[in-house]
């Protein structure tokens, strides 16, 4: 097993920590809204929307992440 100590969780892996907010976010995406995820680094926010896009995608959505902590 590997385990993963930065960075994102890939959307297979078993170290994803589910979480009810997982939930909130696909009812709205099935709702058609948008969404946008805010928090503090390592808090799940990146691994969350790869583990969605795998979901989504087959069922024909489109997905963008744009990460713009480099602004500062």
């Known amino acids: 097993m590997k385990i993963n100590l930065y ?3 890939p959307p ?3 170290e994803y920590v589910y979480r ?14 948008y969404i946008n995820l805010r928090g ?4 799940g926010k990146t691994s969350l929307l790869l583990r969605l896009r795998t979901v989504l995608e087959p069922q024909g959505a489109a ?4 990460d713009l902590s480099p602004l500062g």
């Open 63 to 66: 997905s963008a992440y744009v």
């Open 12 to 14: 297979e892996s078993e």
């Open 40 to 43: 503090g680094r390592q808090s």
């Open 7 to 9: 960075g994102p969780i």
């Open 20 to 33: 009810t907010l997982d939930d909130s976010v696909r009812e709205s995406l099935d709702r058609g809204e």
